[in-house]
């Protein structure tokens, strides 16, 4: 099975805030990361964690790291249509290789 | 600052034809990668570049695929034999340290 769970699907309405939670496996994970995935683009970097921290915020997006439950959250708030899109979780172990989840389908309604 | 570049954007194919994908990294980034996204799912590594040495291709499928990177920048990604089951976006990445970053893919069907 996977190393890194994430729920498929996420319905928001516009102006609320959006949680996205993960779940992954190896406890010496050394960072982890958020991509966010437009259709028919690449993936873009949205932000990272260290593990030695439990949250980060960056405008928008606050970031949860709980090390114990290995549970990792991203936090959107004021969600717009933009932010419509396939968001991925993802650590590092060895040599920063990434190892993904498949991904939260987030829809934004009016 | 230019991204990861990767060409061609699309690809189709009949299977047991062969196909390459190109691509350039970010300027200055040592470390490249080759991930494989099937529809539904999320990427999975197929190979490590650092500079022109292989450092993972534990997942990558000898038989078929291939990969290099012989002046440390540019990197190749190649298939031959192709079967239906390789219908997929192939992702490049370079990074620097911990942050990766990714090119728009190349999107391939096999028929």
């Known amino acids: 099975g996977e190393d890194v769970e994430q729920s498929l699907f996420l319905s928001v309405r516009e102006g609320d805030s959006s949680v996205i939670n993960c779940t992954y496996t190896d406890s010496s994970s050394t960072y982890l990361y958020w991509y966010k995935q437009e259709p028919g683009a690449g993936l873009q970097l949205l932000t990272y964690?260290?593990?030695?921290?439990d949250m980060k915020q960056d405008q928008r997006l606050t970031v949860l790291l709980n090390k114990k439950d290995k549970h990792l959250s991203l936090r959107i708030a004021d969600t717009q249509t933009g932010d419509s899109a396939i968001y991925f979780c993802?650590?590092?172990?060895?040599?920063?290789?990434?190892?993904f989840g498949a991904g939260t389908t987030v829809t934004v309604r009016a | 600052e230019a991204g990861v570049a990767q060409s061609p954007r699309y690809k189709i194919i009949e299977k047991r034809q062969s196909v390459a994908f190109w691509c350039n990294p970010i300027?200055?980034?040592?470390?490249l990668y080759w991930y494989q996204q099937i529809l539904g799912q999320g990427p999975k590594l197929l190979i490590q570049f650092q500079n022109n040495g292989v450092v993972d291709d534990s997942q990558l499928p000898k038989d078929r695929f291939s990969a290099e990177r012989l002046k440390g920048v540019d990197s190749t990604l190649k298939i031959q034999p192709a079967k239906l089951e390789d219908s997929a976006v192939y992702l490049c990445a370079s990074s620097f340290k911990e942050t990766q970053y990714f090119g728009p893919g190349t999107r391939l069907l096999v028929l």
């Open positions: 300027s200055g980034h040592a470390t």
């Open positions: 993802a650590e590092s172990i060895n040599d920063y290789k990434l190892s």
């Open positions: 964690i260290f593990s030695n921290m």
